[in-house]
Structure formats: C-alpha cells, structure tokens
C-alpha cells in the first residue's frame, strides 16, 4: 500500500516561511526521484522542484528558485519555502517516480504515479 502524505501548509504573510514535508510509506524514497508541485486558482499545475534521489539532481523553477530548497531524510523530502508572496499562494504536492524513469519536473512527467492529496499555503498580509 503505497501512501504520501504532504504536510506543513498554513496561512503566512508575505516575507515569512513554511517548511513542507512529505512523508512516505509502502516504497523507499531513495529509489524514486521526487517533486514538488502547486496549482494556483485558476492556474495550470506547475513543477516547482524536484530531486532525483539516483543521481543527486535538484531543479528548481524560475519563480522558486533562491527562496526554495529541497531535502530529502530517509523516507520523508522536505521543501522550506522562504521569503515567501502572494503569488505562492497555491495548493502543493508531492510526487514520486522510480529514479530510473526520470525525465523531467513537470506534472505531466509524473501523472501516472504516487501523489499526495495536497496541503495549502496562503500568503497574505
């Protein structure tokens, strides 16, 4: 039984912090490359970043990248989200994929496999 469950999401106001975290069970994420998404009312889903735990690669999108870091402990990758904007405001999720099937960080590339429900951040002042 393949679970992740993405966590950490809250109301912030501009210029703070959230650290997300999404936990896994029933597979072993140093196998897997995993993102990071969000989807925005009205808005496409977008990949915001994405480390592929086989090689050590990290993307990071335009609009995230200098204030987003990912991480990966054992079974759980986090995302600490800084100097954060109203324009972040947006549903996240994680995703997992077996590393050797890597492509790219985009919602597309990883539509068929595990997806967490989704956890919310709000930024407004």
């Known amino acids: 039984q393949v679970q992740l469950v993405d966590s950490g999401g809250g109301l912030v106001q501009p210029g703070g912090s959230l650290r997300l975290s999404c936990t896994a069970s029933?597979?072993?994420?140093?196998?897997?490359?995993i993102g990071w998404f969000r989807q925005a009312p009205g808005k496409e889903r977008e990949g915001i970043s994405c480390?592929?735990?086989?090689?050590?690669t990290i993307y990071y999108s335009d609009s995230v990248k200098g204030r987003f870091t990912i991480s990966r402990v054992k079974n759980t990758v986090h995302l600490q989200t800084n100097s954060l904007k109203p324009e972040d405001t947006a549903v996240y999720y994680c995703?997992?994929?077996?590393?050797?099937?890597?492509?790219?960080?985009?919602?597309?590339?990883?539509?068929?496999?595990?997806w967490g429900k989704g956890t919310l951040i709000i930024v407004s002042s």
């Open positions: 480390i592929n735990s086989g090689d050590g």
């Open positions: 995703a997992a994929l077996p590393w050797q099937r890597f492509s790219e960080c985009t919602p597309d590339a990883y539509g068929a496999y595990y």
């Open positions: 029933g597979l072993t994420l140093a196998n897997y490359a």
